[in-house]
T-cell receptor, first 114, second 121 residues
Framework: AQSVTQLDSHVSVSEGTPVLLRCNYS??????LFWYVQHPNKGLQLLLK??????LVKGINGFEAEFKKSETSFHLTKPSAHMSDAAEYFC????????????FGTGTKLQVIP | EAGVAQSPRYKIIEKRQSVAFWCNPI?????LYWYQQILGQGPKLLIQ????????DSQLPKDRFSAERLKGVDSTLKIQPAKLEDSAVYLC??????FGQGEVGYENIQYFGAGTRLSVL
């Protein structure tokens, strides 16, 4: 069984300040972890993925995430928020055991204040 | 490359009516997924196809929902009859593989369509 918990449903930051979106997971197996972003009326877009090659993963648009097995966390960060980062972010855990089993978190809505 | 295409973008129906959604995945992608995303929630997997076979439909309400992918390419999802609680965005995604043991590689990354927003009145 696997699950993912996004600890904040809403996060508000000022433009130019750091972003931290928190995600904790549980999985019976070694998981793969993803962050997806969803802009209003747009499809989900992959930001970055972790598949055990390196614990610090860099994604698009300056985002990165660090896999911490001891804390079962995969938090998403960005040093400086931009207005265009305002969107909903989903943490996803996946395991491939025959076929890929995917579980989405409930999402974190990021607001960026000018 | 062309992305995942879905239609229609929006649909409004009355309860107890029927509705169908269509999805055309990225060319060559073997795996196709249908998700239901209720407002304020994360996407929930309804059904997963590997080519034209179903590998997971454990969360599909089979008394009213059905889906097919006859030629292993495009797919339709149908609701008959619709209920108020079916109001949601229905997302289609595809991946190159979607199967295999162990960690998920690039072949398993899911690409999403823009979704169909269904309102049941």
């Amino acid at each position: 069984a696997q699950s993912v918990t996004q600890l904040d449903s809403h996060v508000s930051v000022s433009e130019g300040t750091p972003v931290l979106l928190r995600c904790n997971y549980s999985s019976s197996y070694s998981p793969s972890l993803f962050w997806y972003v969803q802009h209003p009326n747009k499809g989900l877009q992959l930001l970055l993925k972790y598949t055990s090659a390196a614990t610090l993963v860099k994604g698009i648009n300056g985002f990165e995430a660090e896999f911490k097995k001891s804390e079962t966390s995969f938090h998403l960060t960005k040093p400086s928020a931009h207005m265009s980062d305002a969107a909903e972010y989903f943490c996803v855990v996946s395991y491939s055991g025959g076929y890929q089993k995917v579980t989405f978190g409930t999402g974190t809505k990021l607001q960026v204040i000018p | 490359e062309a992305g995942v295409a879905q239609s229609p973008r929006y649909k409004i129906i009355e309860k107890r009516q029927s509705v169908a959604f269509w999805c055309n995945p990225i060319s060559g992608h073997a795996t196709l997924y249908w998700y239901q995303q209720i407002l304020g929630q994360g996407p929930k997997l309804l059904i997963q196809f590997q080519n034209n076979g179903v590998v997971d439909d454990s969360q599909l309400p089979k008394d009213r929902f059905s889906a097919e992918r006859l030629k292993g390419v495009d797919s339709t999802l149908k609701i008959q009859p619709a209920k108020l609680e079916d109001s949601a965005v229905y997302l289609c995604a595809s991946s190159l593989k979607g199967f295999g043991q162990g960690e998920v590689g690039y072949e398993n990354i899911q690409y999403f369509g823009a979704g169909t927003r269904l309102s049941v009145l």
